[in-house]
C-alpha cells in the first residue's frame, strides 16, 4: 500500500505555538520553540506509528493568491503573523529538510490548494492519502482513498475523517457539498461573507433539500420570508464565498512521487538541531545512546524543553503499580518500619474539606519509590499519633505538593512536620515561572500520566455502581457529573487509598523530575535556601493569625460611610445633576457630554467614554469634582473590600483572621496574600491608614512593626555603585533631600516640599521605569518639566543610568535578570521586534534584581526570626509580613531582650555590597497603626 502523507505546515505552526501561547517553550537564548516543538511531535508520531511511503509539507507563501485578487477582504482581517512564530517557519522547513521531506510552496497558491492538487493526483495511481490539518476545510477534498488525519489536543490521540463521517460531523453527505455549506453560512476565519443570517444548521437544510447553492438560487420561489429576501438579495456574494472556500486541485505543482517517497533522514543535521534548540526529551526518542544535551556553557535558561507533548496519557490502569492500604496493625508496623530507613520520602494528606482549621484527617499517603505508594487511613488518632509524629518529625527530606497545605492541617491537628522540604510546586514555580503548576498538569507533561481525578472518584462513589478497585480504572474513561460539594469521607476506603496513593506516587516522580530542573536553571539554591524553608514558617504565621476589633472597625466604616456620602453630594453639586456615580457610562456623559472636560475624550471599545483611574488622573487640576470621584473611588472601595469584608474572615475556630501568603505568585518572589489580602490596605490615605487601626494585638501583648527604610533604593544604590547615594545613606542622610537638592541645584537646606516630593517620586519611579508623561501625571506637572526632572536626575546619578542599561544589556544576553541572592526570571521579550513589548521587558529586567533583593532580604531573615522565636518558649509571635513590614504579637517582658535581636537580624541577613546600610525602623503601639 502506498502511503500518502500531506502536512499543511502553517497550520500545524499556528496551532502548536498558540496551544502554548500561555506557557510557550523556549531554550536557554529565549527563543519560542513551541511551534517548533509542535510539528516536531507531530511529524515523529507519523512516521512511527502510520509506515508513510510518502511524505511531503506545504507552506503557503506571502504572494497574493486568485482568492485575494477576487475578494481583497479575503483573510483580512487576520492579525499579523506573530514575530515569534513568523521566526520559527525557517527552522521548521531545516527540519523537513533534515527528514529528507520536500517542502512544497508556490507564490500564488495557499498550502491548501498544493495538498488538494497531490491527492486528487493520487487517487487514480493507487495512493492512500492523509492530510494532516487542524482544518475543516479539507473534508471537501475527502474520497474513498483520501482522509483527514487531524492531530489530538490536550493529550488526546489523533482523529482520521473518513467519508463515513461526514454525515455526523458536517451533516450532509458528499464531500463537495461542504464548499456549498461554507457558500451559505461562510467562515468567519477566512473572512468569507456567505449570506447574512443563515448558520450552519440552516445552511445543512438547505444544502439537504437543494443538494447545492446553484440548485438553490434557482428555487428562491419555494424560500418564504426573511430568508428568501435574504437568498435572492446574497445570491452573488453566495457563489463568490463558495468560489472562496473552493480548494484549488490543478496547481502547477512540479513534483512526482518519486520525490516525496520516504528518504533516510540527515542524522547528523537533526542532532544539530536539536542541541541549537536544547530538545532533550526529542534526542533521547531519535536517537538513544547520545550524550545529554546541555545549554551553552555559562548559559542558564529557562527550562529548556522539559515537556513532553504526549500523543496519548497513560492512566492508573496503563501503568504497572502498587498501592498498598495500611488498614491492619501488622501492615502499619511494616509502613512505619519502611519509612523510618527512608532518607527520603513523599506524602500527602487526605481530608474532609480545604479549611485549614476545621479539615479532619482523613489518612495519609506515602511513597519513596516510584509506581508504589502507601495509604494510611486514620481510624483512631489518638494512638496513631505518635508514629504519625516521629516519622514527620525524622531528619528524611519531606516531598510533597502544595506542602503549606498539607503542613497547615497537620499543625492544626498538633502534628509538626520537620524539614529539609521538597514542594514540587515551587520547584516549578521557580524552575518553570510560566507555566501551571497543578500536579495533574505536571504529571501530564512530565510523566505522560494523568492521574484519578478525585471528582471523578467522588461522583463515581456517589452513584449506585459497584465500587471496586477496578471499577476505579473506569473512572478515568467516564465524565461523570461534578458535584459542587466533594463528600471525600463517603468514598470507599480501597478507592481512596488507591487515589491517595497514586497522587503520592505521582509527586514523587515529580521531584526526581524537577531536581536536575532546579540545577539547570540555576534556582536550586533559592529553593533549597529560601523557599523550602520558608514553609513551615508561613505556616506557622498563617496559622497565629492576627486579632481584629470589631467594634473599632464599625466605628471606621461609619465614618467612612459619613465621607463617602459627603463626597456623593459634593459630586452631584459639581456636575450640577444627579446622576449614578458608580455608573462609568453616567460618570462618562456628565464629564465629557455635559461639563465638556476634553475636546476629544477617549472611548472604549463599546464606545463609552474611558473613566478608569489612568484616565481620571490626568484630569486632575482641570475640575475639581475630579479629585472628589477619585476619593470617592478609594472610599467605597476600602469599606467593601476591607471594612465590610474583615468581619467574614474571622476563623470561628480562633476568632483570628489567618491571611494565606503565596511564595511565588510575584514574579521578583515578593510574598503575596489573599483572603484577605493584606497586601494591598493602602497606606498613603487617610481612610487606609484607618484600617490599620482596628488590627489588634492578643491579650496583654502589643503590636510590635519592624518595616525596612527605604530599602529598593538602598539595593539600587549598591547595584548601580552609585557614590553619591551610596554616601548618603552611609551618613544617614535623607535620601529625597539630598536627591531634591541636586536635581533643582540648591543647597538640602534650600530644599522645599514640592521639591522633595518630587524628588521622592522620581527616586521610587526610576525603579519602576517611570516615564516623563507618568512622572507628569503624579505630580501634576507638565510633561516637558517632568522630563527636565528626569534628565536632571540621570545627569547627577549617572551610575544609576548606567545600571539600567547594563542590566538590561546583560539581562538580554543572558535571557535572564538576577538577584544578589541568585533568583532569576527570563526576560524572553527582550529580544522582541515589537517596540512595546520590549520596552516592558526592559523596565522589568530592571526592576527585578531590586525588588527580588528586598523579597529575598525580608524571607531570609523571616527563616532566621522563626528560628530565634523557637530556641525557647517566647510569648512573642511573628504574625504578619505585609511588603517591607514584618508585624509580631510582643510581649512587654521579652521586648528588650527580642527586638534588638529581631532588628539585627533583619539588618545583617543579605548584606549590601559597597558597604551600603540597612536601616530597620520599628514600632510598637496597641494597634497596627499605632505601631506603624
Given at each position: 500500500?502506498?502511503?500518502?502523507f500531506?502536512l499543511d505546515?502553517?497550520?500545524?505552526?499556528?496551532r502548536a505555538?498558540f496551544?502554548?501561547?500561555t506557557?510557550?517553550?523556549?531554550n536557554s537564548?529565549?527563543?519560542?520553540t513551541?511551534?517548533?516543538?509542535g510539528?516536531?511531535n507531530?511529524?515523529l508520531s507519523?512516521?512511527?506509528?502510520e509506515?508513510?511511503t510518502?511524505?511531503?509539507v506545504?507552506?503557503?507563501?506571502?504572494?497574493?493568491?486568485?482568492?485575494?485578487?477576487?475578494?481583497p477582504?479575503?483573510k483580512a482581517?487576520?492579525d499579523e503573523?506573530?514575530?515569534?512564530l513568523?521566526?520559527?517557519?525557517?527552522?521548521?522547513?531545516?527540519?523537513?529538510?533534515?527528514f529528507?521531506?520536500?517542502?512544497l510552496?508556490?507564490?500564488?497558491f495557499?498550502?491548501d490548494?498544493l495538498?488538494?492538487?497531490?491527492?486528487?493526483?493520487?487517487?487514480p495511481d493507487g495512493?492512500?492519502?492523509?492530510?494532516?490539518?487542524?482544518?475543516?476545510?479539507f473534508?471537501?477534498l475527502?474520497s474513498?482513498?483520501?482522509?483527514?488525519?487531524?492531530?489530538g489536543?490536550?493529550?488526546?490521540?489523533?482523529?482520521?475523517?473518513?467519508?463515513?463521517?461526514?454525515p455526523?460531523?458536517?451533516?450532509?453527505?458528499e464531500p463537495?457539498?461542504?464548499?456549498?455549506l461554507?457558500?451559505?453560512?461562510?467562515?468567519?476565519s477566512?473572512?468569507?461573507?456567505?449570506?447574512?443570517?443563515?448558520?450552519?444548521?440552516?445552511?445543512?437544510?438547505?444544502?439537504?433539500?437543494?443538494?447545492?447553492i446553484?440548485?438553490?438560487l434557482?428555487?428562491?420561489g419555494?424560500?418564504?420570508?426573511?430568508q428568501?429576501?435574504?437568498?435572492e438579495?446574497?445570491?452573488d456574494?453566495?457563489?463568490l464565498?463558495?468560489?472562496?472556500?473552493?480548494?484549488?486541485t490543478?496547481c502547477?505543482?512540479e513534483v512526482?512521487?518519486?520525490?516525496?517517497?520516504?528518504?533516510?533522514?540527515?542524522?547528523?543535521?537533526?542532532k544539530q538541531?536539536f542541541?541549537d534548540?536544547e530538545?532533550?526529551?526529542l534526542?533521547?526518542r531519535?536517537?538513544?545512546g547520545?550524550a545529554?544535551?546541555s545549554?551553552?556553557s555559562?548559559s542558564?535558561?529557562p527550562p529548556?524543553?522539559?515537556?513532553t507533548?504526549?500523543?496519548?496519557?497513560?492512566?492508573?490502569?496503563e501503568?504497572?503499580?502498587?498501592?498498598?492500604?495500611?488498614?491492619?496493625?501488622?501492615?502499619?508496623?511494616?509502613?512505619?518500619?519502611e519509612l523510618s530507613?527512608q532518607?527520603?520520602?513523599c506524602f500527602?494528606i487526605?481530608?474532609?474539606s480545604?479549611?485549614r482549621?476545621?479539615?479532619k484527617l482523613?489518612?495519609?499517603?506515602?511513597?519513596w519509590?516510584?509506581?508504589?505508594?502507601w495509604y494510611?487511613?486514620?481510624?483512631d488518632?489518638?494512638?496513631?499519633?505518635p508514629?504519625?509524629k516521629?516519622?514527620?518529625?525524622s531528619?528524611a527530606?519531606k516531598?510533597?505538593?502544595?506542602l503549606?497545605?498539607?503542613?497547615s492541617?497537620l499543625?492544626?491537628?498538633?502534628?509538626t512536620v520537620?524539614?529539609p522540604f521538597f514542594?514540587?510546586?515551587?520547584a516549578?514555580?521557580l524552575?518553570?515561572?510560566?507555566r501551571r503548576?497543578?500536579?495533574d498538569?505536571?504529571s501530564e507533561?512530565?510523566?505522560?500520566?494523568?492521574p484519578i481525578?478525585l471528582?471523578d472518584v467522588?461522583?463515581?462513589a456517589?452513584?449506585?455502581?459497584e465500587?471496586?478497585?477496578d471499577d476505579?480504572?473506569a473512572?478515568?474513561?467516564k465524565?461523570?457529573k461534578?458535584?459542587k460539594e466533594l463528600?471525600?469521607a463517603s468514598i470507599?476506603?480501597?478507592?481512596l487509598?488507591?487515589y491517595?496513593?497514586e497522587?503520592?506516587?505521582?509527586?514523587f516522580q515529580l521531584?526526581a523530575k524537577?531536581r536536575?530542573?532546579?540545577k539547570e536553571?540555576?534556582q536550586d539554591?533559592?529553593?533549597?535556601?529560601?523557599?523550602?524553608?520558608l514553609?513551615?514558617?508561613?505556616?506557622r504565621?498563617?496559622?497565629?493569625?492576627?486579632?481584629?476589633?470589631l467594634?473599632?472597625?464599625?466605628?471606621?466604616?461609619?465614618?467612612l460611610?459619613?465621607?463617602?456620602?459627603?463626597?456623593a453630594k459634593s459630586?452631584e453639586?459639581h456636575?450640577?445633576?444627579?446622576?449614578n456615580i458608580?455608573?462609568?457610562k453616567?460618570l462618562?456623559q456628565i464629564?465629557f457630554?455635559?461639563?465638556?472636560?476634553?475636546d476629544?475624550p477617549?472611548?472604549?471599545?463599546?464606545?463609552?467614554?474611558?473613566?478608569?483611574e489612568q484616565?481620571?488622573?490626568?484630569?486632575?487640576g482641570?475640575?475639581?469634582?475630579?479629585?472628589?470621584i477619585?476619593s470617592y473611588?478609594?472610599a467605597?472601595?476600602?469599606?467593601s473590600t476591607?471594612?465590610d469584608?474583615?468581619?467574614n474572615?474571622i476563623a470561628?475556630e480562633?476568632?483570628r483572621i489567618?491571611?494565606?501568603y503565596?511564595q511565588?505568585?510575584a514574579?521578583?518572589?515578593r510574598?503575596?496574600?489573599?483572603?484577605?489580602?493584606?497586601?494591598?490596605i493602602p497606606v498613603r490615605?487617610?481612610a487606609?491608614?484607618k484600617?490599620?487601626?482596628?488590627?489588634?494585638?492578643?491579650k496583654?501583648c502589643?503590636?510590635?512593626?519592624?518595616d525596612?527604610s527605604?530599602?529598593?533604593l538602598r539595593v539600587?544604590?549598591?547595584?548601580?555603585?552609585?557614590p553619591?547615594?551610596?554616601s548618603?545613606?552611609?551618613?544617614?542622610?535623607?535620601i529625597?533631600?539630598i536627591?531634591?537638592?541636586?536635581?533643582?541645584?540648591?543647597?538640602?537646606e534650600?530644599?522645599?516640599p514640592d521639591m522633595?516630593r518630587?524628588a521622592?517620586?522620581?527616586?521610587?519611579?526610576?525603579?519602576?521605569?517611570i516615564s516623563?508623561?507618568?512622572?507628569?501625571q503624579?505630580l501634576?506637572i507638565?510633561r516637558?518639566?517632568a522630563?527636565?526632572i528626569?534628565?536632571?536626575?540621570?545627569?547627577?546619578?549617572?551610575?544609576?543610568?548606567q545600571?539600567m542599561?547594563r542590566t538590561?544589556?546583560?539581562?538580554?544576553?543572558k535571557?535572564?535578570a538576577?538577584?544578589?541572592?541568585g533568583r532569576?526570571?527570563?526576560?524572553?521579550?527582550?529580544?522582541s521586534?515589537?517596540?512595546?513589548?520590549r520596552?516592558n521587558?526592559?523596565?522589568?529586567?530592571?526592576?527585578?534584581?531590586?525588588q527580588g533583593t528586598?523579597?529575598?532580604m525580608?524571607k531570609?531573615?523571616m527563616i532566621?526570626?522563626d528560628d530565634?522565636?523557637?530556641?525557647?518558649?517566647?510569648?512573642?509571635k511573628m504574625l504578619?509580613?505585609v511588603?517591607?513590614?514584618?508585624v509580631?504579637?510582643?510581649?512587654?517582658?521579652?521586648e528588650?531582650?527580642?527586638?534588638?535581636?529581631i532588628?539585627?537580624?533583619?539588618?545583617?541577613?543579605l548584606?549590601?555590597?559597597?558597604?551600603v546600610?540597612?536601616l530597620v525602623?520599628?514600632?510598637?503601639?496597641s494597634?497596627?497603626?499605632?505601631?506603624h
Amino acid at each position: 500500500m502506498k502511503r500518502l502523507f500531506l502536512l499543511d505546515g502553517m497550520a500545524l505552526i499556528y496551532r502548536a505555538h498558540f496551544a502554548l501561547i500561555t506557557n510557550p517553550i523556549r531554550n536557554s537564548k529565549g527563543v519560542n520553540t513551541s511551534a517548533l516543538y509542535g510539528f516536531i511531535n507531530t511529524l515523529l508520531s507519523i512516521l512511527e506509528k502510520e509506515n508513510p511511503t510518502h511524505l511531503g509539507v506545504a507552506f503557503d507563501t506571502s504572494a497574493p493568491t486568485p482568492r485575494h485578487i477576487r475578494y481583497p477582504a479575503y483573510k483580512a482581517q487576520r492579525d499579523e503573523m506573530p514575530e515569534e512564530l513568523a521566526a520559527s517557519i525557517p527552522h521548521v522547513k531545516a527540519l523537513c529538510r533534515a527528514f529528507a521531506i520536500p517542502v512544497l510552496e508556490i507564490d500564488g497558491f495557499e498550502a491548501d490548494d498544493l495538498i488538494g492538487t497531490l491527492v486528487k493526483r493520487a487517487e487514480p495511481d493507487g495512493f492512500e492519502s492523509y492530510m494532516v490539518t487542524p482544518d475543516k476545510d479539507f473534508a471537501q477534498l475527502i474520497s474513498a482513498s483520501t482522509y483527514m488525519w487531524k492531530p489530538g489536543r490536550k493529550g488526546t490521540d489523533h482523529e482520521i475523517i473518513g467519508l463515513d463521517r461526514l454525515p455526523e460531523i458536517w451533516g450532509v453527505g458528499e464531500p463537495h457539498q461542504i464548499i456549498d455549506l461554507l457558500g451559505l453560512m461562510g467562515d468567519a476565519s477566512d473572512n468569507i461573507p456567505g449570506i447574512p443570517g443563515i448558520g450552519p444548521k440552516t445552511a445543512q437544510k438547505l444544502i439537504t433539500e437543494y443538494g447545492s447553492i446553484e440548485n438553490l438560487l434557482a428555487n428562491t420561489g419555494k424560500l418564504k420570508g426573511k430568508q428568501k429576501e435574504n437568498v435572492e438579495a446574497n445570491s452573488d456574494q453566495a457563489l463568490l464565498s463558495k468560489e472562496l472556500a473552493t480548494i484549488i486541485t490543478d496547481c502547477p505543482l512540479e513534483v512526482s512521487w518519486d520525490d516525496l517517497i520516504l528518504s533516510q533522514r540527515d542524522d547528523e543535521a537533526l542532532k544539530q538541531l536539536f542541541t541549537d534548540f536544547e530538545f532533550r526529551s526529542l534526542t533521547k526518542r531519535l536517537f538513544p545512546g547520545s550524550a545529554d544535551i546541555s545549554p551553552t556553557s555559562g548559559s542558564t535558561s529557562p527550562p529548556p524543553e522539559t515537556r513532553t507533548l504526549f500523543d496519548t496519557f497513560k492512566t492508573i490502569a496503563e501503568v504497572p503499580h502498587s498501592y498498598t492500604l495500611a488498614d491492619t496493625r501488622k501492615l502499619q508496623e511494616k509502613l512505619f518500619e519502611e519509612l523510618s530507613t527512608q532518607q527520603s520520602f513523599c506524602f500527602d494528606i487526605e481530608t474532609t474539606s480545604l479549611h485549614r482549621h476545621s479539615a479532619k484527617l482523613l489518612g495519609i499517603a506515602f511513597s519513596w519509590k516510584a509506581h508504589e505508594g502507601w495509604y494510611l487511613p486514620i481510624t483512631d488518632l489518638d494512638s496513631q499519633l505518635p508514629a504519625i509524629k516521629a516519622i514527620l518529625s525524622s531528619p528524611a527530606e519531606k516531598i510533597g505538593h502544595n506542602l503549606k497545605y498539607d503542613l497547615s492541617v497537620l499543625h492544626s491537628h498538633g502534628i509538626t512536620v520537620t524539614g529539609p522540604f521538597f514542594d514540587t510546586m515551587l520547584a516549578d514555580a521557580l524552575a518553570a515561572p510560566e507555566r501551571r503548576h497543578s500536579m495533574d498538569y505536571l504529571s501530564e507533561i512530565l510523566l505522560g500520566y494523568t492521574p484519578i481525578k478525585l471528582a471523578d472518584v467522588a461522583a463515581a462513589a456517589a452513584s449506585e455502581e459497584e465500587n471496586t478497585t477496578d471499577d476505579l480504572f473506569a473512572f478515568t474513561e467516564k465524565k461523570n457529573k461534578k458535584s459542587k460539594e466533594l463528600d471525600i469521607a463517603s468514598i470507599p476506603l480501597e478507592t481512596l487509598a488507591q487515589y491517595a496513593a497514586e497522587d503520592a506516587d505521582v509527586t514523587f516522580q515529580l521531584a526526581a523530575k524537577l531536581r536536575p530542573l532546579l540545577k539547570e536553571t540555576g534556582q536550586d539554591k533559592i529553593f533549597s535556601e529560601i523557599e523550602c524553608p520558608l514553609l513551615p514558617v508561613l505556616v506557622r504565621m498563617e496559622m497565629e493569625g492576627i486579632a481584629v476589633d470589631l467594634e473599632a472597625l464599625e466605628t471606621i466604616s461609619a465614618d467612612l460611610q459619613q465621607s463617602i456620602d459627603q463626597l456623593a453630594k459634593s459630586i452631584e453639586t459639581h456636575a450640577g445633576t444627579p446622576f449614578n456615580i458608580a455608573s462609568p457610562k453616567q460618570l462618562g456623559q456628565i464629564l465629557f457630554d455635559h461639563l465638556k472636560l476634553l475636546d476629544k475624550p477617549k472611548k472604549t471599545k463599546t464606545g463609552q467614554y474611558k473613566t478608569d483611574e489612568q484616565t481620571l488622573s490626568s484630569l486632575l487640576g482641570i475640575h475639581p469634582i475630579i479629585e472628589d470621584i477619585l476619593s470617592y473611588r478609594e472610599a467605597t472601595k476600602l469599606k467593601s473590600t476591607y471594612i465590610d469584608a474583615l468581619p467574614n474572615h474571622i476563623a470561628p475556630e480562633t476568632g483570628r483572621i489567618h491571611t494565606h501568603y503565596h511564595q511565588l505568585l510575584a514574579a521578583t518572589g515578593r510574598l503575596a496574600s489573599s483572603d484577605p489580602n493584606l497586601q494591598n490596605i493602602p497606606v498613603r490615605s487617610e481612610a487606609g491608614r484607618k484600617i490599620r487601626q482596628a488590627f489588634v494585638p492578643r491579650k496583654n501583648c502589643k503590636l510590635l512593626a519592624c518595616d525596612y527604610s527605604q530599602i529598593e533604593l538602598r539595593v539600587m544604590a549598591a547595584l548601580s555603585c552609585d557614590p553619591t547615594m551610596i554616601s548618603a545613606f552611609q551618613d544617614g542622610a535623607d535620601i529625597h533631600t539630598i536627591t531634591a537638592a541636586k536635581v533643582h541645584g540648591v543647597t538640602p537646606e534650600e530644599v522645599t516640599p514640592d521639591m522633595r516630593r518630587s524628588a521622592k517620586m522620581v527616586n521610587f519611579g526610576i525603579i519602576y521605569g517611570i516615564s516623563a508623561f507618568g512622572l507628569s501625571q503624579r505630580l501634576s506637572i507638565p510633561r516637558a518639566e517632568a522630563a527636565a526632572i528626569i534628565d536632571a536626575y540621570f545627569r547627577e546619578y549617572p551610575a544609576i543610568k548606567q545600571y539600567m542599561e547594563r542590566t538590561v544589556s546583560e539581562s538580554r544576553e543572558k535571557g535572564y535578570a538576577e538577584t544578589i541572592s541568585g533568583r532569576r526570571r527570563h526576560y524572553p521579550d527582550l529580544s522582541s521586534g515589537n517596540a512595546g513589548l520590549r520596552q516592558n521587558a526592559e523596565r522589568a529586567a530592571i526592576n527585578m534584581p531590586i525588588q527580588g533583593t528586598s523579597a529575598d532580604m525580608i524571607k531570609l531573615a523571616m527563616i532566621r526570626i522563626d528560628d530565634l522565636l523557637r530556641k525557647k518558649p517566647y510569648r512573642t509571635k511573628m504574625l504578619l509580613q505585609v511588603h517591607d513590614e514584618l508585624v509580631f504579637d510582643l510581649h512587654p517582658d521579652e521586648e528588650s531582650e527580642l527586638v534588638p535581636k529581631i532588628l539585627h537580624i533583619m539588618e545583617s541577613t543579605l548584606p549590601l555590597p559597597h558597604g551600603v546600610p540597612i536601616l530597620v525602623e520599628k514600632g510598637t503601639g496597641s494597634n497596627w497603626l499605632a505601631a506603624h
